[in-house]
C-alpha cells in the first residue's frame, strides 16, 4: 500500500475513533466519518466497502496499537515483564488521561461478531502474562483486576478514583514482586 493511500486510511480510522468519542459509539455513519476525515465518501468506500468494513478496521486497529504499545514496553524478558508491561501501559493511558478506545464501542454496538478477535487476541494475551509469569495464578488475577479497570474506562462507568486505581496497580506490582514505576 502507498504511504498516501496508507495515510488517508489512518485519516479515516482516526475519524471514525474520534466521531466515536464525541457522538457515542452507535452514531458513526460512513458520510460524517468521510466528512470529518476530509475524504468523499467514494474515498472512504475505496479503503473500506462497507461501514462494517470500517468497523472491522477499527478493531484491528485498536488491537494492533495495543499490541504495539505493549511489545515496546515489556522487552526485556525477565519473569512477569509482560504483566508489568500491561501495568504500566494502563497507569500510563489512566494518569494521561487517555480517552477509552470508543471506535471500539462502536464496532460492537453495530455487530457484536467483532467481539471474536477481540477474545482471540485477550487469550493470547493471557497466554503471554501466564507463561512469563513467576507465579501464574497471580498473573491471572493481575490481568482480570487490569481487564477491570480498563473496562470501567471504556464504559465510563468510574467505581474508582484516578488514585485508587494507581494505588490497585502499585499492590499488583508489590504482590508480584516488580518495582514501582519511575
Known sequence: MSQKKNDTREKILAAAAELA????????????????????KGGLLYHFSSKNKLLEALVEDFLGRFD???TAEEGSGRPNSVLSAYMDLCLRDRLCGSPPPSGLLAALAEDPGLLDPVRRYERRFLDRIRANASDPELATLGFLALMGLRHMDLLD???LEPGEAAEVICALRRRMGLPDPG
Not at 468519542?21 to 468523499?40: F, T
Open 21 to 40: 468519542r464525541a457522538s457515542g459509539p452507535g452514531n458513526i455513519s460512513l458520510e460524517a466519518v468521510a466528512a470529518r476525515a476530509g475524504v468523499s
Open 68 to 70: 504495539a504499545a505493549l
Open 157 to 159: 462507568i468510574q467505581v
